[in-house]
């Protein structure tokens, strides 16, 4: 849609939602935005742990009644990444006891051979389903898990051990509360004494009325800091399970008669393929993550626009949005949000789109937006908070409580650290092929000009790639450890790079297809804005490259100062554009500064 065929009230703001959200967002993100802005997702001060998980529960079951076909949910990338992005800022425990059921446990039921298992209790949340996999000892060497599921001639089925105390399944929601529940179970399958590798074991834990079954046992595990949810640790005493029990498919199949085949010619990638659902969970993760990042900047945007302050002179009241010192870190995090969430939609888009050909690269691409996504939402929400002084810490405003559940993204569907680290060596195993310096010299090209700064950052990557790359053919380590510690830091700066240029690029891309002159003005500037804090960063090995000019680099501070000036006024708009609903916001306190929010009025 060109401008000139705009209706008269489209407004700025509606135009970057679009991009934001695209154009199915009503279909796609409306049914929660409705949902979660309602009565009962609203904020309640003053709930034990156990009664705020018992309220997570309740609610999820309200979630399940909104979805009119929970497998087209749990099947498409898109609406199962839609239903994260708004469930954090409602009920962080609920988001996750939500991802759990639907995606790791149902997704996994629905990727293996399925067709004689009847899924409707799941589909219904008659019962609810779980996902043990870590264990105390094994977290992110989870290929090394201990449980067992033994092959039982005589009976046909299969017996669950937990041979040691290492080897409880660690942090599972597998109490009493929620009502009956089933797990899936990773253990290594023996066949007459053989090791045949890791594999997903459905497993009943519980009743209806929530009382563990015969040689499960189930241990509370201290409450944490993160989303509010009923962690334990279980293990199996002998548990007899059907030969059903097991999850099959081409990468292994269980004969009745003990007879063993698999597609694939080692464990670690059958154990992989059981476990696949991890993938989409890190999408889910990084979702979760991006709405919970949204809801943080929209508060403290408009806390900063609606608290008054001391001014430059005498009497003088003004927004804290008009000091500099308040606004521009919070146009930095808006940068970030928006280069983030559009990098998730890329990524989406990727991984629907995937082949078995390109499967491993989009999971490692998949890896790096999660780590950078996730990480960012920590550093955003942190701003966010402090920008709101101590009423940011009140949990009814809606940012303490899910800045601290954001750490569980940080660790969940593999810790960021851990995934990142398996990415860049594979980056620099011909995982990553830079891209070529620009051979237009640098003299004469802006640092308003996104391209140009499109390939600063690409720049950037490959100094970190090239520096990685030779320490890693730095002859005289002792050993492979020795040679990868010398050379892991630089390749995690070259993943760190790799993903603000993707972030950078989908940001750019996306502000050509707004639909008016105007929002593409801003998304420009946002583009600039994020872009240009990364070449600061790197503009010392920049100049040393002969990438930037010594002028260039003198420059950058005013720069930037300009792109500041530039997008101040347009803060509003930009946190508009993210949708928060206004039933969601009134409920806030910090965002009624005479106390006449629905939430203040209701507290004693």
Request: with cysteine; proline share 5%.
């Given at each position: 849609?060109?401008d000139?065929?705009?209706?008269?009230?489209?407004?700025?703001?509606?135009?970057?939602?679009?991009?934001?959200?695209?154009?199915?967002?009503e279909?796609l993100?409306?049914?929660?935005?409705?949902?979660?802005?309602?009565?009962?997702?609203?904020?309640?001060?003053?709930?034990?742990?156990?009664?705020?998980?018992?309220?997570?529960?309740?609610?999820?079951?309200?979630?399940?009644?909104t979805?009119?076909?929970?497998?087209?949910?749990?099947?498409?990338?898109?609406?199962?990444?839609?239903?994260?992005?708004?469930?954090?800022?409602?009920?962080?425990?609920?988001?996750?006891?939500?991802?759990?059921?639907?995606?790791?446990?149902?997704?996994?039921?629905?990727?293996?051979?399925?067709?004689?298992?009847?899924?409707?209790?799941?589909?219904?949340?008659e019962?609810?389903?779980?996902?043990?996999?870590?264990?105390?000892?094994?977290?992110?060497?989870?290929?090394?898990?201990?449980?067992?599921?033994?092959?039982?001639?005589a009976?046909?089925?299969?017996?669950?051990?937990?041979?040691?105390?290492?080897?409880?399944?660690?942090?599972?929601?597998?109490?009493?509360v929620?009502?009956?529940?089933?797990?899936?179970?990773?253990?290594?399958?023996i066949?007459?004494g053989?090791?045949?590798g890791?594999?997903?074991?459905?497993?009943?834990?519980?009743?209806?009325?929530?009382?563990?079954?015969?040689?499960?046992?189930?241990?509370d595990?201290?409450?944490?800091?993160?989303a509010?949810?009923?962690?334990?640790?279980?293990?199996?005493?002998?548990?007899?399970?059907?030969?059903?029990?097991?999850?099959?498919?081409?990468?292994?199949?269980?004969?009745?008669?003990?007879?063993?085949?698999?597609?694939?010619?080692?464990?670690?990638?059958?154990f992989?393929?059981?476990?696949?659902?991890?993938?989409?969970?890190?999408?889910?993760?990084s979702?979760?993550?991006?709405?919970v990042?949204r809801?943080?900047?929209?508060?403290?945007?408009?806390?900063?626009?609606?608290?008054?302050?001391?001014?430059?002179?005498?009497?003088?009241?003004?927004?804290?949005?008009?000091?500099?010192?308040?606004?521009?870190?919070?146009l930095?995090?808006?940068?970030s949000?928006?280069?983030?969430?559009?990098?998730?939609?890329?990524?989406?888009?990727?991984?629907?789109r995937?082949?078995?050909?390109?499967?491993?690269?989009c999971?490692?691409?998949?890896?790096?937006?999660?780590?950078?996504?996730?990480?960012?939402?920590?550093?955003?929400?942190?701003?966010?908070?402090?920008?709101?002084?101590?009423?940011?810490?009140a949990?009814?405003?809606?940012?303490?409580?899910?800045?601290?559940?954001?750490?569980?993204?940080?660790t969940?569907?593999?810790?960021?650290?851990?995934?990142?680290?398996?990415?860049?060596?594979?980056?620099?195993?011909g995982?990553?092929?830079?891209?070529?310096?620009?051979?237009?010299?640098?003299?004469?090209?802006?640092?308003?000009?996104?391209?140009?700064?499109?390939?600063?950052?690409?720049d950037?990557?490959?100094?970190?790639?090239?520096?990685?790359?030779?320490?890693?053919?730095?002859?005289?380590?002792?050993?492979?450890?020795?040679?990868?510690?010398?050379?892991?830091?630089?390749?995690?700066?070259?993943?760190?790079?790799?993903?603000?240029?993707?972030?950078a690029?989908?940001l750019?891309?996306?502000?050509?297809?707004?639909?008016?002159?105007?929002?593409?003005?801003?998304?420009?500037?946002?583009?600039?804005?994020?872009?240009?804090?990364?070449?600061?960063?790197?503009?010392?090995?920049?100049?040393?490259?002969?990438?930037?000019?010594?002028?260039?680099?003198?420059?950058?501070p005013?720069?930037?100062?300009?792109?500041?000036?530039?997008?101040?006024?347009?803060?509003?708009?930009?946190?508009?554009?993210?949708?928060?609903?206004?039933?969601?916001?009134?409920?806030?306190?910090?965002?009624?500064?005479?106390?006449?929010?629905?939430?203040?009025s209701?507290?004693?």
């Open positions: 849609m060109i000139s065929q705009l209706p008269s009230d489209y407004s700025r703001s509606s135009a970057l939602q679009t991009v934001l959200f695209g154009t199915q967002a279909q993100h409306g049914p929660w935005r409705e949902l979660f802005s309602s009565a009962p997702f609203a904020f309640q001060e003053g709930l034990t742990h156990r009664e705020r998980t018992e309220l997570s529960y309740q609610r999820l079951h309200l979630v399940n009644e979805v009119p076909d929970v497998r087209a949910l749990v099947t498409d990338a898109a609406s199962l990444t839609a239903l994260h992005e708004w469930a954090g800022a409602a009920d962080a425990g609920m988001a996750t006891i939500a991802s759990i059921h639907f995606n790791l446990f149902l997704g996994s039921l629905l990727d293996h051979d399925h067709e004689d298992r009847d899924l409707t209790p799941y589909l219904r949340m019962r609810l389903g779980t996902f043990l996999c870590t264990e105390q000892a094994h977290g992110n060497d989870a290929a090394q898990l201990e449980t067992t599921a033994t092959f039982d001639r009976s046909g089925g299969f017996v669950l051990d937990t041979p040691s105390d290492g080897a409880r399944k660690f942090m599972p929601n597998t109490s009493s929620g009502g009956a529940k089933d797990a899936l179970v990773a253990a290594r399958l066949v007459d053989e090791d045949r890791v594999f997903l074991f459905l497993t009943p834990l519980s009743d209806k009325s929530g009382q563990h079954l015969p040689g499960v046992e189930v241990r595990l201290p409450q944490t800091g993160s509010p949810v009923d962690h334990c640790t279980t293990a199996f005493h002998s548990v007899p399970l059907p030969f059903t029990a097991m999850l099959q498919g081409e990468h292994g199949r269980l004969h009745p008669d003990g007879r063993f085949v698999s597609s694939l010619g080692n464990s670690r990638k059958r992989l393929h059981s476990i696949g659902r991890v993938t989409m969970g890190k999408l889910c993760m979702a979760y993550s991006l709405g990042t809801h943080a900047l929209g508060i403290a945007v408009r806390h900063a626009h609606n608290r008054q302050t001391a001014g430059m002179t005498k009497g003088q009241r003004v927004p804290l949005m008009s000091h500099r010192s308040h606004h521009a870190p919070l930095d995090a808006l940068a949000t928006y280069a983030a969430t559009l990098l998730h939609r890329s990524v989406v888009r990727q991984w629907s995937s082949t078995e050909a390109d499967r491993e690269d999971e490692r691409l998949i890896a790096v937006a999660k780590g950078w996504i996730t990480w960012r939402a920590r550093t955003v929400m942190t701003e966010c908070r402090e920008r709101c002084g101590a009423q940011g810490l949990l009814a405003n809606g940012i303490t409580f899910q800045l601290a559940a954001n750490e569980g993204t940080i969940a569907e593999g810790d960021n650290l851990v995934i990142w680290t398996k990415a860049a060596g594979e980056m620099l195993l995982g990553l092929t830079p891209k070529p310096a620009n051979e237009t010299l640098p003299e004469g090209r802006s640092l308003r000009d996104p391209q140009h700064l499109q390939d600063l950052l690409a950037v990557e490959r100094i970190w790639h090239e520096r990685a790359r030779t320490r890693l053919r730095t002859k005289g380590a002792r050993s492979p450890l020795d040679r990868w510690n010398a050379t892991v830091t630089s390749a995690l700066k070259l993943v760190d790079a790799h993903a603000h240029r993707l972030a690029d989908a750019l891309s996306a502000s050509a297809q707004a639909a008016s002159a105007d929002a593409r003005s801003l998304l420009v500037d946002l583009h600039g804005l994020f872009a240009l804090r990364e070449v600061a960063a790197h503009s010392g090995d920049l100049l040393a490259q002969g990438r930037l000019t010594a002028d260039q680099v003198l420059d950058l005013d720069v930037i100062e300009s792109v500041v000036t530039d997008l101040a006024p347009h803060a509003l708009e930009m946190v508009e554009a993210f949708s928060v609903p206004h039933e969601l916001l009134d409920r806030h306190p910090i965002l009624h500064p005479d106390g006449s929010s629905s939430l203040a209701a507290l004693p």
